[in-house]
């Protein structure tokens, strides 16, 4: 019964998540929703939050995310396949730290991985995670207490990072990375026709200094990197300096001397307002930015893996 | 007006982008890191085995064949130089491949009649040691898997047109990959669990059918 329905939530979730990925003989990988999957109805509702609310903790003070996942069997897969893959779209841990560590148990299969972060993988070294599998929740699950055996087995992962100097948590907010090539192009883009439309608009001055500090604006949200956005805007302003098409913003005062005062005016005035708008947009997605990567590992409901990456350390056993 | 140049510009650019010199020189990298990744791993396994020896020894000194024959295969895993442009030159890499999955048989070998020492396998030195080593088996087959898309994406970006031009003018070849063989091999990892009946049999015939890498959707 449990298992038929634990199939069908994995089919359901294959539906959703990775159809097109996975081959269709192998065990889908479930949607990462909370901390404590599990497909097998092994565990009450309060033991699953029990160890959520653990795991939750951890992450607060530690800012390691680790998850705990029950499958009925990996099959055709090894347990070591499978699990690697589950790590590889769950993306446990932050982003650049790995710290992330994935539990794997394959119940039907009585198999049972630790998966360890690269970042972890010094405070949870291979022996230690065997240990822990072989002697501190293997026992216990053959007695049937799986739920004793992944509490007594989280409190030792705990305990090993705990013990780990790793970098304060939340001390990283994820970066929007974009392909550098479509970066280029769509700065290419940007920069031309803003370049005309404000030329048009302020003049040369007043139209390359706008553009530049929209498209250094732009260029920084998208590359995550302050000198590169710099160097993009100083490069777009000479750009739209030079080769911008005089417009309206000239052609206001037909004498000459009197244009290059207004164009200068207009300069001032649209340089303050374009840092202004360069300003509060950084400010605004700054904020934004920390907001989003606060709730989305601090809050228990939707739970998200923080980009952490999985060497294929840990270990694996059976009861 | 400069429209006209502008337009000249931002075409001379698109083009220039688009013809998948930054691609072939994005995928070329990726290559070289999970190779360098797989160099890592199959260093870190050498690194494990004299140790790993050792103990054994200490426990199942007679069994000198299965002893000496993972210390040969380490000796000659060692004297083919592992440098990262070995994925660059087919030949060389498939003598390194031949030389690791020597090391790897033979190890596995040496995991299965360790099963016969009741007091070896009780050694708390060689259980941290095993764990080591399955650990490292497994991060390689995990770094190979890596190593396969890798090169796989790479080989098809210089292959497609116009890259394929690209590639060409600046001397990108396809390049190395593991073949199924290979795979097969690293499907079967040393495995510690053997009953008595296959004991005799050579672990790279286990019965065990390969997983394809490449279907395995990651």
Known sequence: MTGASARLLAAFASGLFAAGLAAAELIAVPPLQTRVTDLTAT?????????????????????????????????????????????????LGRQGVDDGLLMVVAKNDRKLRIEVGRGLEGAIPDAVAKRIVAEVIGPRFKEGDFYGGLQAGVAKVQAAIGSEALPAPAALASTPTMDLDTVFIVGIVITIVLG?????????????TVTAGVVGTLA?????????????????????????????GDRRSPPRASSGGDSRSMRRVSSRGGGRTARSASSGSLSSDSEGGGSSSSSDSGFSGGGGDFGGGGASGDW | MRFPF???????????????YNRIQTADEQVNATWSEVLNQYKRRADLIPNLVQVVQGYAAHEKEVLTRVTEARAQVAGVKATPDLVNDPEAFARFQAAQNQLSGALSRLLLVVENYPNLKADANFRDLQAQVEGTENRIAVARNRYIKAVQEYNVTVRVFPNNLTAKLFGYQPKANFTVDDEKAMATPPAIKFDAATRSAPPAEAPKPPLDPLKQGY
């Open chain 1, 43 to 91: 565990l009450t509702r309060d033991q699953a939050a029990v160890l959520e609310t653990g795991l939750a903790q951890l992450e607060k003070s530690h800012g390691s995310q680790v998850a705990i996942l029950l499958v009925p069997s990996t099959r055709p897969e090894s347990i070591e396949a499978y699990a690697i893959r589950v790590a590889e779209h769950w993306q």
């Open chain 1, 196 to 208: 005309a439309l404000m030329g048009h608009l302020l003049g040369r001055l007043g139209g390359s």
């Open chain 1, 220 to 248: 920084w949200l998208a590359s995550g990197s302050v000198p590169a956005a710099l160097i993009g805007a100083v490069l777009v302003f000479v750009f739209v300096l030079a080769w911008a098409p005089t417009g309206a």
């Open chain 2, 6 to 20: 502008l337009a000249l510009l931002a075409l001379v650019t698109s083009l220039l982008s688009g013809c998948g």
